[in-house]
């Protein structure tokens, strides 16, 4: 399965950010053509039952799915890893060096994005230690793994802004979009931080002035995960100072 200038690929997931968006940022960065089809949230649960059918659900009745070529392609780090090699040059990387960028994709996604999903799916009411002590495990986790970036993009002496050099790889928009969303919902605690990491603020500031991002970035969808109380939660999250004692 290959891309190419002719094949028009179609990703589908839901109206958020969660597993699809840092993949809709590098399509939207690539010269190649696509569809984003994007669920609307409130379908969420007719999915749930029709996703074992062909053509809804794909291979593992989950989303997010990329379509091209007559495959049908699921889960995110293959549908990442794929579109690396096709439409963003990483099939004429040293393999190495394609595996230190998979390093930093996989730290990004497993580390910093998939952790959203067990607070934003807690209750609006649930208990305020539990909404703490998990957003406070995440808060810390981030700034850990944000210094960790920096200190690799150092250690690397790349030619460019980006993990991927002068052209951004998948790494780089999975970690434009960790950092984002912890500014997002961690506010200037989080907006603090990244301003003592140089490298990735440049890296940040890089994939936003890129005019091919503009309409995909316009259009990042509000909501992180399909849960009904994230925005209690992030609310929540942000009134409680103890957060950062």
Same mark, same amino acid.
Request: glycine share 2%; charged share 20%.
């Given at each position: 399965m290959t891309a190419n +200038?002719?094949?028009v690929a179609v990703l589908r997931y839901f109206d958020c950010r969660n597993r699809g968006q840092a993949l809709r940022f590098a399509m939207a960065g690539s010269s190649h053509t696509f569809q984003d089809v994007r669920l609307p949230i409130v379908e969420l649960d007719t999915f749930r039952k029709?996703?074992?059918? =062909?053509?809804?659900g794909g291979p593992f009745a989950a989303l997010p799915v990329l379509e091209i070529g007559g495959h049908s392609l699921a889960q995110t780090l293959a549908i990442a890893t794929f579109l690396d090699r096709e439409? /963003? +040059?990483g099939s004429t990387r040293p393999s190495d060096y394609q595996a230190w960028l998979d390093m930093i994709l996989n =730290?990004?996604?497993l580390d910093m994005q =998939?952790?959203?999903s067990n607070i934003m799916w807690l209750p609006e009411d649930c208990d305020d230690d539990v909404l703490v002590? !998990?957003? $406070? =495990?995440?808060?810390? /986790? /981030?700034?850990? $793994? @944000?210094? !960790?970036? *920096?200190? @690799?993009h150092a250690e690397a002496s790349l030619p460019g802004k980006f993990f991927g050099g002068l052209n951004p790889a998948m790494a780089d928009y999975f970690v434009y979009e960790s950092l984002s969303r912890a500014c997002l919902v961690f506010k200037e605690e989080f907006e603090g931080r990244l301003?003592?990491?140089?490298? @990735? *603020?440049k890296l940040r500031s890089a994939i936003e002035s890129d005019r091919a991002l503009g309409q995909s970035l316009i259009e990042i969808p509000k909501q992180i995960t399909a849960s009904p109380s994230e925005f209690v939660i992030r609310e929540r999250v942000l009134a409680d100072r103890r957060l950062w004692n």
């Open positions: +200038d002719s094949t029709n996703a074992h059918i =062909a053509g809804v439409m /963003l +040059d =730290a990004a996604h =998939a952790p959203y002590s !998990q957003a $406070r =495990a995440l808060f810390r /986790l /981030l700034v850990r $793994r @944000l210094t !960790q970036l *920096e200190s @690799l301003c003592s990491s140089p490298r @990735l *603020e």
